[in-house]
């Protein structure tokens, strides 16, 4: 989310006029698309060129949204525009045990329904391994030798994951959880996926949080995940991360401090 392109109230009014939009505000986080919100909407500009996907993504939230998961739905298109219903809840401050298990449900479901979804392209695909690394090559040679072994990586495809189901993608109505931006997502393992929503909801690497996610993911799913794979992931997926903040951000401190509990 965030903002790059400038909308006024008025102008949103003009795009959706059968819509009833008010208090139009920015969002503050997020660099790469543009995103406003109103009271019942979401506005959203994608400062890239990535029609097919957006209609692809739409689909695909449509028929999430049949199977019972809280997701958006996208409204309406104008121009460069599209609309999407507003959900109800607010992002996770602190993490409870029920906020494990609504997780550890929504993304057994998920996996459920995506599991012959292996169409899309290839979740990695996106990220330029090889030029982030040499940038780290360059300035960050210690980080570099430690997620050089990115390199050679390659993610097996169990169907659609999300990706990014940190908590800023999630909301949480009373028990009930919501999860969007599924844009950037792709075809991927689904321990991955889990490994990374668990980096955010479970930053300490908390014993008890990770076993009731399994225990409650593999009530609901009929692939299973063992502790072991589990772990293998979280190593993968926390080199990833690490290597993508810090190419973003150019510094390596707040990359090291936020994924060191998984790191061996």
């Not at 790469?32 to 990535?50: A, F, G, N, P």
């Not at 075809?187 to 949080?209: E, I, Q, R, T, W």
Request: aromatic content about 14%; charged content about 25%.
């Amino acid at each position: 989310m965030g903002v790059k392109t400038p909308l006024s109230l008025q102008e949103a009014q003009t795009l959706f006029p059968n819509y009833s939009l008010t208090n139009l505000q920015a969002t503050t986080n997020g660099v790469i698309d543009t995103t406003y919100v109103t009271e019942k909407y979401v506005l959203k500009k994608y400062e890239r060129s990535i029609e097919k996907r957006i209609e692809e993504d739409a689909k695909r939230l449509e028929f999430f949204s049949k199977h019972q998961l809280h997701v958006p739905k996208l409204l309406a298109k104008s121009k460069e525009w599209y609309l999407y219903e507003r959900l109800l809840g607010e992002s996770p401050k602190s993490i409870r045990y029920y906020h494990i298990q609504a997780l550890a449900r929504f993304m057994a479901q998920l996996h459920t329904l995506t599991k012959t979804q292996r169409n899309s392209s290839a979740f990695l695909a996106q990220y330029n391994i090889d030029e982030y690394l040499s940038f780290l090559k360059k300035d960050f040679f210690f980080y570099y030798k430690f997620l050089e072994p990115l390199k050679a990586f390659k993610l097996p495809c169990d169907g659609f994951i999300h990706g990014d189901i940190f908590k800023d993608n999630t909301l949480f109505y009373r028990e009930k959880i919501a999860v969007f931006d599924f844009i950037d997502g792709g075809c991927g393992a689904f321990s991955f996926d889990v490994a990374v929503a668990l980096m955010a909801f479970n930053p300490y690497n908390k014993s008890s949080f990770r076993t009731l996610f399994l225990q409650t993911y593999n009530q609901h799913s009929k692939k299973k995940l063992t502790h072991t794979e589990l772990q293998r992931s979280l190593h993968i997926a926390t080199k990833l991360y690490m290597l993508l903040r810090i190419h973003k951000t150019k510094q390596a401190q707040n990359a090291k401090k936020l994924l060191k509990p998984y790191i061996k």
